[in-house]
Every structure is written in C-alpha cells, then in structure tokens.
C-alpha cells in the first residue's frame, strides 16, 4: 500500500539527516551522503513504527518468537524497506527533483553477506514474513565484521577477497549499549555443598563484552516491525595498562585483539562443519549473549521465569546455536535456582529446533575436551543432561547399550550436537516432505520411534515481496492486473493466476515479461564486459558449489551438446545460454575444480564462432543476494539436480519457479512438492528417486560400468580425460571413475546422466512452441502459492512455537 507522506514531508526529512550527520545542503550532497540519509530517514520511521508495535505486543502479553541462526543472508535494506513502506514512489520522485536516481542510491549500499546460502538467506526470508504477519520476533546472529568472501576467477582458479561490509552498511545498525552483556570463557568449576545445597562458581574465566547492534526489518502493509539483533565482541577490560604505560603498546592492544577476533569472520564453510576452537567460540557468543538478553526481556515485563515457555518460543536454525539449551539450562539452575528436572522442562518446552542437512559432513561433532577446556560450566551441564537422558533410555531398553550409546549427547570423546537439539527440543523440524522423512528414517530415527510427535515436516518457502514483487516490478504488476494486489499479502492468492491459462494476451504478456528481465539482465552484464545473447534460453544454476548439487552434472550435459555441435555444425539447436553462480568453500579443491572445468569450457567455446552462436557457458563471478534479485527473474530454466535424497529442500527452486521458470531437476528436496504444484506437464524429472538410489548403493555401484557401457558418457568423460584449453582435468576424470573408493563419484553423476540428456532434450523442444512454454511458465508462478515463506511461518507458529494465528 502506498503511504501518504507528501514529498514536502519527506524533503525536511532528509534535508534534516544531510544538516544534522553532514552538515551540508542538498546541493552538496554527494551519491553516498545521499544514501545513508535516505537510510537514515526510513530509520527514524521504522523506529517510530517500532515503538508502537513494542506498545502493543507488551499490551496483548504475546508470546514472542526468538529465532537464533549463525547467518542471516539479509541481502539489501534500503530497498526492501522502501517497498514494504509503500515509500518508494515518493522517495524515487523527490530525489529525481535533486537530479539522483533511486536506482543508483541502491548500489551504494554493500550487500551484507552474513550467510553462506539457503540456510541464512531462509532466515532472512522467515524475518520478513514474520514482520509483515505482525508476530513479534527477534532473530539473533553474529555482527560479522568480514561477511563471506568476495569471489574472484583468476585464470579459472577461485580466488577469495574479503567482505568488507561496515562501512556502507553500518548505517542501518543501531548500537544499543544499554543492552551490553557479558560472555565468559576458560577457567574452571568449582563445586561445593553448603546448607542451601550444591553451589557452583566458575571462576577464572575471561569475560568479553557482547554489544548488540539491532537491524529494524519492515513489513507489507504491516504495524509489524522484526529486529535482527546482531552481537559483536568487545574487549574493554583486557588492556595490560602496564605495558601501555611502558609504551609496549602491541602487547597491551594483542589479548585485546585475541577477544574481539570472536567475530571477525564468517566460516564460509556450507553443508559442512569445521571444528574450529575459533567456531565454537562464536557459537557460545552469540547463545549466551542472547539468552541472557531473551531472559532480562522477560524478566523486565514479568518479573518471574515460572511462565517462561508460554511467553518465550527460542528457535536454533540448525545445530550452530544448540549451546542455547546448556547455557538456559545455566542461567536457571545457577543463577535462579530452579531445580534440574524443572529447568530441563522448561528448556524442552521453549526450544524447537529445524535441521537443514542430511549430509554426515555437516553434523557437528565436537571433541569433547576442547568443550571442557572453554566452556567448563556448560560441559558440566552437557554432562548432566547426558546422564540422565541415558538413565531414562536405560529404564525404556533395559540393556540395549548399543542403541543408548547412539543416541547420547556425548560418546567416544565427541559431543554430537544435533543428538542435543533433538534431546533438548519440544519440536525437530525437517525443511521439505522429503528430508523429513529422511530424518525420521535414517538419523533421527531412534528418537522418532520413541517419540512420532515431536518431529513434524515445515516445507521451506521464500519472501516473495523481495523475490517477486521486488525483483520483477513487471511480472508484478501483471499479477496486479490479472488478480489484484491482495496475493503480496497472501500468496495463496497466487493460485488465481490459474484462470489465464488460456487468456493469449496475458501470456505474450508473460513472455514480454521474461524477455525484458532477460534483457536487464544482459545489460548489466554489459556492464561487466560479459556479453550474452538475450533472445537465447537462459539455462541457470545458480547455489552454492557442492560435489551433491551436482554442477559437474551439468558440464557433462554442456559437453556432449558441444560435442554434438563439434561432430555436426549444422545441427538445429535453440541458443542456449548456461549461466553458473556459485561460491565454493575456500578449501573445498573439488568444487574448485569444477569452478575451473566451467571456466576453461566457456574459453573454450567461445573459440568456436559458430558453435558459440548456440551454446555458450558463463560463469558469473561473486554471487550474492543482489545478483540473484537480477539473475533469477531472468531464468528461463532453472536446474535443480542434486542427488536425490540429499538437498533437504532448496529455496532456488521456489525463487527461480515463482519467476516463471521451469525447473530440469531430480526428485529431491522441495522439487517433489513443486512436482506435485505444477504436474508432471510443466516440470522436467529425471533420474533416481531417493529410494532408487539407496537401492543402487545397496546392489552395488561402479561408475565405470556407465564408461564402459554408455556410448554417450564414454565420449564426455573421453573429452574431459584428454583436457581442454590448454589445460587437464586429470582430477576430474578419476573423481567422476575413480573417486576416493575405487567406486566412482559418490554422487553418481553418471549413472543419472543419460535420463539427464533425454530429458533436457524434451525441454528445449518444449522450448519451440513459447505459447505452450508460456502456459507452463504461467502454472508455475501459480503453483508457486505454497512456497511463500508466510506459509512456513504460519505452519511453525501453529505447530511448533504454538502462537495463536493472526488473522
Ligand atoms: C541448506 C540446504 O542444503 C538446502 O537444501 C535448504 O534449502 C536450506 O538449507 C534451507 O533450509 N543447508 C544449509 O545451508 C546448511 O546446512 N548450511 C550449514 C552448514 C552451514
């Protein structure tokens, strides 16, 4: 909904922000001065929306929601905000008056990235649902200084540069030093019996200061207003004044600097864990600073903890911030004295837990000593838990050891922390129909046996006001025109759409639409120096670079069609473009390779003027939040083609499909459901079902017989073999035959090869009739209803954090 600040209003408002932070007129004004007082601006409005909605949650005594995540992937503010505001309008026009383009005062804000991928960039779609649908939230993180790295391709290679973020986008932070707390680490326990029972002192520790900076997240047409509240560390007490005062000034500033390094850097590690001392550390920051702020919260407006967990919901976004149970558990026995049994209860009661991966890479185990070396008290605690846990497995399966011991806290000298979620959860969620099977099948299942309640599926879903309405104002107002406005609000409206499907006005429409975002697109590469052809099929996989999401799939498909194109020029192929976006873990040497593989095969193509009139390979370089806002409305096919059974959901996927897209993906993840969403008419399966594939690791699988076998695959692994571009892929070729056992490529890219091939051919002659391709496109922006993050918010609050809905 538009607001009705007039542009007089708005002009003394930023004329004020320029006087007061700069002291300049607007005349004076420079782009970058310009835009944090724009920022400044919708700051002092959302803080004033923020006072009222604070007003009337304290009125109403509503059980807040706490949502603890390690990334918030938060993409830009200033545009999101303006949009859910109704303010950009206005603004657009009054800066025009001043000769500024709202479109340019966008780019001088940085792109925080403070997440890896699907996992942060979820949490920030559940912050933006969780405003507009007015529920009271915080999401809680980790004020990185240095988000993920800045990727860089010298000569194929991924080389990575760092983040630096604050200094544009330190303008919508809000320091709030009134809520500085205190975080302790080292030094060691103490027991002992007194008249009022066992005391417990942890003495010796260091303590580092947690000072909260809180992000304000608008909603559409909302009084809701939702804080990210991002900690930072800080070091005030830790400065040897002696050797200051001996002018040894490197020596008093280092323990300093020891302290703040806590959240320098963000582990750019995704689906994978590393135990790092440094990691942990972060870990228990951010948990035991929050906390112990959820708990004075509480505290402050009920002045007792008895109803704790029917006010307070504390969400852990996988297992990273699972120290959040210990350290509760912490607060109450040591410090308010609750007994052990009803401090465990009310632990269970408050906290719910998702998991995002089933892969065994991601599961973090910790050893158990360094968790008793920094954190003494909370070992002691973890401890406790784990005892009695077993004690009442040990009643249930009286001398069934082996399967007590598998599902404990602590064993074999590791800490496993998804075991603690799950122990110390009233709820376990999985991400998609799919992967909550698979949890309740494979690792989980002990517990789900002894407990079929407490685990319950939340399909993911995504802002579709950032992913729709923002990123592709034209589609938008399409919808506007066919169904209304109210789907921004409710995407179930979205369903609507369904009544075009024969209307052939509002299908050219819609592929005006794709070939305008295509166009877009391609400018802005332009801009780059990277020229591609708008009228070609965007052919788009754009994620995280991962051995399981299979890009390398996806270069042998481009291979054998170069191939085809080699043996025989004339072949009748549509122009295809294959645009790759992806970041690979900085020590992760297989995805870099494949990174390599891309790069070099794009060179190599371009080579060929003929041939790159009708396939070309680019690799788009550092993707990030603000290049998905541009790539993803251009897409017109988006590939999802993991190994089935092993992306828990995906979030591309929704965002590409609500964009009219079509998807060319494996049964996996949240694919099933978009399967379900469009039928089988507008969607492109192939390949081993997640049941297939645990049939073929149980017959036996060996890579090579698809080599030997297959004609196809023989000439693509051939061509890899003998190296291309100058260069060998020697690594390539025995990790897809060879691998690390003797097997082959544990992702079996070959053996879903071939179906891969039949049916992206089916695709591109689907491709040839547009009206048809259109209807398509048309049933998947409609399908794309139930995949609005709305929707997963309204299913957690009703079945995890049990918030009555708001109608
Ligand atoms: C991702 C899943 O891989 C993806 O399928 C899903 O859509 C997304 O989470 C949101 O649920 N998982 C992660 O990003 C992940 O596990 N990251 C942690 C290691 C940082």
Request: aromatic share 10%; with cysteine.
């Amino acid at each position: 909904m538009e607001s009705n600040m007039t542009k007089e209003e708005l002009r003394a408002l930023i004329e004020n922000k320029l006087s007061r932070h700069y002291g300049i007129s607007i005349d004076e004004a420079d782009r970058a001065q310009m835009y944090k007082s724009c920022a400044r601006t919708i700051l002092e409005l959302l803080s004033e929306k923020r006072t009222k909605f604070n007003q009337k949650i304290k009125e109403s005594q509503a059980k807040k929601v706490y949502y603890l995540c390690m990334e918030f992937l938060v993409g830009r503010s200033l545009k999101n905000n303006l949009y859910n505001l109704g303010l950009e309008d206005v603004f657009r026009n009054v800066l025009k008056q001043w000769n500024f383009d709202l479109e340019d005062l966008y780019n001088e804000e940085p792109d925080p990235g403070l997440g890896n991928g699907g996992l942060g960039r979820l949490a920030s779609c559940f912050m933006d649902s969780l405003a507009t649908l007015e529920y009271p939230a915080t999401g809680y993180s980790i004020c990185y200084e240095y988000g993920l790295f800045k990727q860089k391709i010298v000569d194929g290679w991924q080389m990575e540069l760092p983040d630096i973020w604050l200094p544009g986008g330190h303008v919508w932070l809000n320091q709030r030093n009134d809520l500085v707390c205190h975080v302790r680490f080292n030094g060691h326990v103490e027991e002992n019996w007194t008249d009022e029972g066992l005391q417990i002192k942890h003495l010796n520790y260091d303590e580092i200061e947690a000072v909260p900076y809180d992000l304000m997240i608008s909603g559409l047409d909302s009084e809701g207003v939702a804080i990210l509240r991002l900690w930072r560390a800080r070091d005030l007490n830790n400065f040897d004044m002696s050797s200051f005062a001996s002018g040894d000034y490197d020596r008093a500033m280092t323990e300093k600097m020891n302290a703040e390094v806590i959240c320098k850097v963000l582990y750019p590690s995704d689906n994978h864990f590393e135990g790092k001392t440094l990691r942990l550390k972060q870990q228990y920051f951010l948990v035991s600073a929050t906390v112990q702020d959820i708990i004075a919260e509480h505290l402050q407006q009920y002045e007792t903890l008895d109803n704790f967990s029917e006010k307070v919901a504390i969400h852990i976004n996988d297992t990273h911030p699972a120290l959040c149970i210990p350290e509760l558990m912490r607060i109450l026995v040591d410090d308010y004295h609750y007994s052990w049994q009803r401090a465990y209860q009310l632990v269970k009661k408050t906290v719910s837990y998702t998991n995002h991966t089933v892969l065994s890479e991601a599961l973090e185990k910790w050893p158990e000593d360094l968790i008793k070396g920094q954190l003494p008290r909370i070992y002691g605690i973890m401890k406790g838990l784990n005892e009695s846990y077993c004690q009442e497995l040990w009643k249930r399966y009286p001398g069934d050891w082996e399967k007590i011991e598998r599902m404990s806290i602590i064993s074999h000298g590791q800490v496993r922390m998804a075991n603690l979620c799950v122990i110390g959860s009233s709820h376990v969620n999985g991400v998609s129909k799919l992967h909550s099977e698979i949890i309740q099948k494979h690792i989980f299942s002990d517990y789900y046996r002894l407990d079929t309640k407490k685990f319950i599926s939340v399909t993911n879903g995504i802002a579709h006001r950032r992913w729709l309405c923002q990123s592709n104002p034209l589609l938008s107002q399409l919808l506007d025109d066919c169904i209304g406005p109210d789907y921004k609000k409710d995407a179930s409206q979205l369903g609507k759409f369904r009544n075009f499907y024969e209307n052939k006005e509002v299908l050219s429409r819609l592929q005006a639409i794709k070939q305008a975002n295509k166009i877009r697109f391609s400018n802005q590469l332009q801009q780059n120096g990277i020229v591609i052809d708008p009228q070609s099929i965007f052919v788009v996989q754009a994620k995280r670079l991962h051995e399981y999401k299979r890009q390398l799939l996806n270069v042998l498909k481009i291979i054998s069609l170069y191939l085809d194109l080699k043996d025989e020029p004339n072949l009748s192929l549509p122009p295809q473009t294959f645009l790759f976006a992806a970041k690979a873990a900085p020590g992760y040497y297989s995805a870099k390779e494949v990174i390599r593989l891309i790069w070099n095969l794009s060179n190599e193509i371009e080579k060929d003027a003929t041939i790159r009139e009708k396939i070309r390979v680019v690799f788009l370089e550092n993707y990030d939040v603000t290049m998905a806002e541009g790539l993803l409305p251009a897409a017109d096919v988006s590939e999802q083609i993991s190994l089935a059974g092993k992306e828990a959901s995906g979030t591309g996927n929704m965002k590409m499909m609500i964009n009219g897209a079509l998807t060319i993906g494996t049964m996996d993840g949240a694919n099933v459901e978009i399967y379900e969403a469009v039928g089988k008419e507008n969607i492109f399966i192939f390949g081993m079902t997640a049941e297939e594939v645990e049939n073929k690791w149980k017959e036996g699988y060996a890579a090579s017989s698809y080599y030997h076998n297959n004609e196809k695959i023989h000439r693509v692994v051939e061509y890899l073999r003998h190296g291309f571009n100058g260069e060998s892929f020697e690594s390539i070729y025995r990790y897809l035959l060879v691998g690390d056992y003797g097997i082959g490529d544990p992702y079996m890219c070959l053996a879903d090869f071939e179906s891969y091939l039949d049916v992206y051919k089916e695709l591109l002659e689907a491709y040839h009739a547009p009206f048809r391709w259109s209807q398509k496109a048309l049933i998947n922006i409609a399908g794309a209803e139930r995949f609005a993050a709305d929707r997963s918010i309204q299913e957690y609050t009703n079945k995890i954090w049990n918030i009555p809905t708001l109608v």
